[in-house]
T-cell receptor, first 114, second 110 residues
Framework: KAGVTQTPRYLIKTRGQQVTLSCSPI?????VSWYQQTPGQGLQFLFE???????NKGNFPGRFSGRQFSNSRSEMNVSTLELGDSALYLC?????????????FGQGTRLTVV | AQRVTQPEKLLSVFKGAPVELKCNYS??????LFWYVQYSRQRLQLLLR??SRESIKGFTADLNKGETSFHLKKPFAQEEDSAMYYC????????????FGTGTQLKVEL
């Protein structure tokens, strides 16, 4: 079956702009999580959506937001971009989230803010 | 608060030598622990989880609740094991939120 798909793969934006990233989960998966990966901080959890509701939220400013659609596809939005937002953004999809649930990751969207 | 610590950023071993990637965690409860691996130019993928107690690609990891550790071990390193390894924790009832360590780059030299 198809894996987790993230679009676009690469983005270059200017400071102050906003950006929207997209994630299509594996068919049947209703949970989508987002992570920011940087060389200095590693992988940091942004938020998780399950059945169109935000279920978990990490410690990121309100400029980072997301949503999930009825087909489980998810989008992440970052407003008023800062240089420090440059990172690889990973999306992971999972089944409901019970014990021993595996997270399947996409290849990521590389965001560069100039 | 939950935290995962991987003390080594880089671990270099020779082919055929034993490997141990360290992972310590802090969590007041019984978390689920995982090891994820990222090979060059590939996506992050699950290597193993403490619940299943299985061996994948010769790797094993035992959860030591007394020492709050979940070290990854392999008796004989292979060149194809060179990759970035991440230890991760999930809290029961916490949905699918994973807390990752900063990762250890394993380099297996010939």
């Amino acid at each position: 079956k198809a894996g987790v798909t993230q679009t676009p793969r690469y983005l270059i934006k200017t400071r102050g702009q906003q950006v929207t990233l997209s994630c299509s989960p594996i068919s049947g998966h209703r949970s989508v999580s987002w992570y920011q990966q940087t060389p200095g901080q590693g992988l940091q959890f942004l938020f998780e959506y399950f059945s169109e509701t935000q279920r978990n939220k990490g410690n990121f400013p309100g400029r980072f937001s997301g949503r999930q659609f009825s087909n489980s596809r998810s989008e992440m939005n970052v407003s008023t971009l800062e240089l420090g937002d440059s990172a690889l953004y990973l999306c992971a999809s999972s089944l409901e989230g019970g014990r021993d649930t595996e997270a399947f990751f996409g290849q990521g969207t590389r965001l560069t803010v100039v | 608060a939950q935290r995962v610590t991987q003390p080594e950023k880089l671990l270099s071993v020779f082919k055929g030598a034993p490997v141990e990637l360290k992972c310590n965690y802090s969590y007041s409860g019984s978390p689920e622990l995982f090891w994820y691996v990222q090979y060059s130019r590939q996506r992050l993928q699950l290597l193993l989880r403490h619940i299943s107690r299985e061996s994948i690609k010769g790797f094993t990891a035992d959860l030591n609740k007394g020492e709050t550790s979940f070290h990854l071990k392999k008796p004989f390193a292979q060149e194809e094991d060179s990759a970035m390894y991440y230890c991760a924790l999930r809290a029961p009832g916490g949905g699918n939120k994973l807390t990752f360590g900063t990762g250890t780059q394993l380099k297996v030299e010939l």
